[in-house]
């Protein structure tokens, strides 16, 4: 009888085939060493939303910060950012890990040459903007200002798959943006085009521009590390490494000191090059912490008893014991008494601190100065030998730590390393200069149109150059801008540099022919329906400096005005033609008509600037300021006088911003001498509530003036 073989028994492999199948699973696993720089990148996906994915387990988020002014504020604001940053640190268990990222680089040369340069518009003036750009370029070269410095705080946590990270992470970045606005320093998410866009930075040191779009991956068949990651990583020396044409090396902080300064962070990020310091940073669970440090005890409790015995047996004095034990031991019960007694926590932290240079020397002269910065603190800055592929790694924004040097430390002693030093104000579009910062001694270029509130104040002591600065930023404006700019003079000090510009200078006094109606009005002089509001406002303000007295206007008088006032307009609201536009001489004689007696002594005050000496302001406006560039000259209009004309001529302001609006064109006001406005009660309402309008219609006013106080209401400001 034939036996037949069984098609569904098992075969016996033979060991050829085995070590066939052997070799060709080791060529699809790999074998675990990158081959390639997208290798080296230790991240798996990286998603829009900015959540990447590190490996199985591990995930992690990315906020950019601020900078706040750290080091220039007084002690008690910085005791206060130490304390929030405490409880900032003591937030976060220890499932969650935190690397703190300062990186400070250099970016394209030209490309920030740019941003400050003039361009030339092709008029009369370009030979000015020639000579002030040479001037910021001057400027620029005093500072570090081609170094760009930013600041990340990278979240790391663990979960089974993507929707636990994504709910957990997002808690947590609430609570971190919390804790970062109470602290004062703004901050975001980054979505994953913009953390990609922070790796590429890294990664391209020479300033390559970043390409990507989410929609490229598709039909490219790449991934998103392609688009981030350098032409070649080489780590092939023991000490340093090279990133395209940079050479890099990664050193760790050994902390030495029994005491840390909280300048440390903010000397390592003045440095000359480019330097990146990351701080890795993870909490111990309490409990645990506090057990550990019990059983050191015990452990150092036991080996004084072996001493203490050595000592009786060799016939000298128990209490004799080596340094090195007493003093761990007094160490040990105070960290027991610190966690125990008071808010501390115990924290892991690996101080990692990357060099980029253009050649081995520079590089070499960048670690050897970031090595005497750490010796200033009494730490030591020692080189991760053939270390540097994990070390650049874990000097990357990314969460992933591949450095196993660990120190433990307190909550206090985590918190010292305050990331803050002073804000830098750096704007691009049509930002103007400022000066240079006090402490970094970077240019400060700032587009008051793009702050909270444009409104400026520039204060400063008799000959400390108020007028000067308010002339460099009209100069500023009148270059890079295309604002109408309008000077109130009370000293006649603006007038060359406005004649030199081509502005018009109007020049108003008792005996010059060049008139301005106070009386004036748009249509579009407020936002309510009726105009008349904010020019009764006005009115009441010019009776007031008229009429004089300290207790101001009394209420009757309010009324009789503001009555006479609407009356008085009636005619060039029906007709709007400038023949029909009132003058004071209208609103006096409609004063007198009032059948109020206080109407009379109103018109009693009126008549010297109707008919008297003092009626400059009793005709229509016979004066062109459409001109760009406006000076009001008021100098010789005498103490009587002078405050009247500063009045009025915020109200043509007034009435030249309303028309800008419309326009899309922004209006600056320089108010020299300002403190004169704010001597009377009713002008000084009156400007506060022009300086409130003013933002939301497109002005821009700059008050001049010196020897302030802010009144006890911290409304208005006050003469000193």
Request: hydrophobic content about 40%; proline content about 4%; aromatic content about 8%.
């Amino acid at each position: 009888m034939l036996k037949t073989e069984n098609p569904n028994a098992k075969r016996k492999l033979t060991r050829r085939e085995k070590r066939e199948i052997e070799n060709i699973i080791r060529t699809a696993k790999g074998d675990g060493k990158p081959h390639s720089a997208q290798d080296s990148i230790p991240f798996e996906v990286m998603y829009p939303d900015g959540l990447c994915k590190l490996n199985e387990k591990s995930w992690s988020k990315c906020i950019e910060f601020e900078d706040i002014n750290y080091q220039l504020a007084g002690a008690d604001d910085k005791t206060a950012t130490f304390e929030n940053l405490c409880d900032f640190y003591n937030y976060y268990d220890a499932s969650i890990g935190i690397q703190l990222s300062l990186i400070s680089r250099y970016q394209n040369k030209e490309d920030f040459q740019n941003t400050i340069a003039i361009p030339r518009q092709g008029d009369d003036f370009d030979g000015i903007r020639s000579e002030y750009t040479a001037m910021l370029h001057g400027q620029l070269a005093r500072g570090n200002n081609g170094l760009v410095k930013t600041k990340f705080l990278t979240l790391t946590i663990e979960a089974g798959n993507i929707q636990a990270a994504r709910g957990r992470l997002a808690r947590i970045e609430a609570d971190t943006l919390s804790h970062f606005k109470v602290m004062g320093a703004a901050a975001r998410v980054l979505d994953g085009r913009q953390r990609l866009s922070v790796l590429h930075g890294i990664f391209h040191p020479d300033g390559e521009k970043f390409a990507f779009e989410w929609d490229w991956l598709p039909a490219s068949g790449l991934s998103v590390k392609d688009f981030i990651a350098p032409a070649s990583f080489n780590f092939g020396q023991m000490r340093q490494f090279r990133i395209g044409t940079k050479f890099g090396a990664v050193s760790f902080l050994q902390i030495l000191a029994p005491e840390l300064n909280d300048r440390m962070l903010a000397d390592f990020m003045e440095a000359d090059g480019g330097i990146m310091v990351n701080l890795h940073i993870r909490s111990i669970d309490q409990n645990e912490a506090i057990k550990t440090i019990k059983r050191k005890i015990t452990d150092l409790d036991a080996m004084k008893i072996t001493e203490q015995k050595k000592a009786v047996r060799s016939g000298y004095d128990m209490d004799i014991i080596p340094s090195d034990l007493a003093t761990y031991g007094g160490e040990a019960k105070n960290l027991l008494h610190e966690l125990q007694s008071r808010n501390e926590r115990m924290f892991l932290l690996t101080f990692v601190v990357l060099n980029l240079a253009d050649t081995k020397r520079k590089l070499d002269n960048a670690v050897f100065q970031a090595k005497g910065v750490a010796q200033k603190y009494n730490c030591q800055l020692v080189r991760l030998d053939y270390q540097q592929e994990d070390a650049l790694m874990s000097s990357i924004p990314l969460g992933v730590n591949k450095v196993g040097t660990q120190r433990g430390l307190t909550t206090s002693s985590t918190a010292v390393f305050v990331p803050f030093t002073t804000q830098e104000l750096f704007q691009g579009g049509e930002a103007l200069y400022y000066g240079l910062n006090a402490l970094s001694n970077n240019m400060i270029m700032v587009d008051r149109k793009k702050l909270k509130n444009p409104n400026g104040l520039i204060l400063g002591t008799p000959g400390s150059g108020k007028s000067f600065s308010a002339k460099r930023e009209i100069v500023n404006v009148f270059l890079v801008t295309l604002d109408d700019i309008i000077i109130c003079d009370p000293e006649a000090e603006y007038y060359p540099l406005v004649q030199r510009l081509g502005g018009q200078v109007v020049k108003i006094s008792a005996i010059s022919k060049q008139y301005v109606n106070p009386m004036d009005i748009n249509l579009n002089y407020s936002e309510d329906d009726s105009p008349l509001a904010l020019k009764a406002d006005f009115i009441l303000s010019l009776c007031e400096l008229v009429m004089g007295g300290k207790n101001g206007l009394e209420p009757v008088e309010k009324t009789v005005i503001d009555r006479a006032t609407r009356n008085v307009y009636r005619g060039y609201l029906a007709d709007p033609n400038p023949e029909n536009m009132p003058i004071l001489q209208d609103l006096y004689d409609e004063v007198k008509r009032q059948p109020e007696p206080e109407a009379q002594r109103i018109a009693s005050a009126l008549e010297l600037y109707v008919f008297g000496s003092l009626n400059v302001f009793n005709h229509r406006t016979n004066v062109d300021i459409e001109n760009r560039l406006v000076c009001f000259d008021i100098k010789e209009l005498g103490n009587q006088l002078k405050k009247l004309g500063m009045l009025v001529i915020q109200d043509q302001v007034w009435n030249r911003v309303t028309v800008n609006r419309a326009e899309g064109k922004a209006t600056r006001y320089y108010m020299d001498e300002f403190h004169l406005l704010l001597k009377e009660e009713q002008t000084a309402a009156y400007s506060v509530e022009i300086w409130k309008r003013f933002r939301k219609w497109g002005g821009i006013p700059t008050g001049i003036t010196q020897n302030v106080k802010v009144r006890p209401d911290r409304s208005l400001l006050k003469v000193a």
